[in-house]
């Protein structure tokens, strides 16, 4: 396995739903991801060993967003220091909000599942794409508990300043949806990966 950023920087484009910026954004990581195995990217990757064939190789690309609770379709992006981090965490203090995650797979036209719808292609590869949400209730944050999540910096690359994996998930709750989808990645994916692995 290997784990590599994409040579492209990522798109941050807005669209009129949470829905359709994180879905447009994975699209946008998809398309380079393509691009980039027609240039060759694959065979400069830091393997163990020799570089696989490509009916053995699986791509993935993910994108999450958490909602504002507050304004329908704006996102909450990633805090950039403690100041925002602890902003987004009192804005989500006792309450419910939607966590998109979209996550794209890549795979060699040899290895495609059936009923794989594709969205993109390019030379023997193909991608597909899967967009899901999840409903999170956070408790009531108290000053104490507010100012532990942010010197936790559990908060640092996490959308909306949490994960439920970590310091947050004694504080937040699912309500609704797949935890691996608060987690970063849509259940269907998950199940098709597992098809393919």
Known sequence: MVQMALITDEDTRSS?????????VTRAKLANALAELALGRLEHLDWDGPVPAENEVVIIVADTLVADPDAIGVALGKPVDELQAAAML??????????????????????VPEGWDSELSHGGWRGALWTESATVEVSE???????????????RGKAGAYDLAGAMGEFATLVDGAEICVLGMAAAAIRVLDELL
């Open 141 to 155: 944050l108290s000053d104490q508990a507010l100012l532990g999540l942010v010197r936790s910096e559990s908060w």
């Open 90 to 111: 009192s804005r989500l203090s006792g309450r419910r909000h939607k966590v998109w995650s979209s996550t794209g797979i890549i795979t060699h036209r040899s290895t």
């Open 16 to 24: 009129p739903t949470v829905r359709e910026t994180v879905a447009a």
